[in-house]
């Protein structure tokens, strides 16, 4: 039994944490928009201009500027995974032998963001280091652990 509760914890342990972000990144970047999200773009930038917010603010109430339209699909995108990640994990708790097919698809989504072409711009200003170390050390080892464990060690 005991053996079992670890097991399962390296798949809770990420998936849990994974909801809890997604409530919390994703409330705030619908409730408080675009104008929210460069604002935050800005605090974490190692180039700030006295003119920034200016700038943000003329980009914000410009609705013709293609930024819109990137935000949009961005949102799109962000509340498909939003529907999406929850619903997962439901139907992982009622049914158990879909844990191990989720965990492969988060565990490629973790590879994913390593793969992608900013990952690896290691700036103390917007804290892709940590994210990058959480994924290498936290998110990987869990989800492709449970997965690889699961797939062709477990009986």
Not at 19 to 38: D, E, F, P, Q
Not at 64 to 84: E, K, N, Q, R
Request: glycine content about 8%; aromatic content about 14%.
């Amino acid at each position: 039994m005991g053996a079992m509760l670890s097991i399962e914890t390296l798949f809770w342990a990420p998936l849990g944490m994974d909801v809890m972000l997604l409530v919390g990144t994703y409330s705030a970047c619908k409730l408080s928009g675009l104008g929210w999200y460069l604002d935050e773009m800005k605090k974490h930038s190692e180039k700030k201009n006295d003119d920034d917010d200016e700038v943000i603010d003329n980009l914000v109430k410009d609705e013709s500027h293609p930024i819109h339209s990137v935000w949009d699909l961005a949102m799109t995108a962000y509340s498909a995974y939003g529907c999406l990640l929850p619903w997962a994990t439901y139907v992982a708790y009622r049914d158990p032998s879909l844990r191990v097919s989720l965990s492969w698809a988060m565990t490629t989504l973790m590879a994913a963001k390593l793969a992608s072409p900013g990952a690896w711009k290691w700036t103390n200003a917007n804290g892709q280091k940590g994210k990058i170390l959480t994924i290498i050390f936290f998110y990987l080892p869990t989800y492709g652990g449970y997965a690889t464990y699961k797939s062709f060690f477990s009986s």
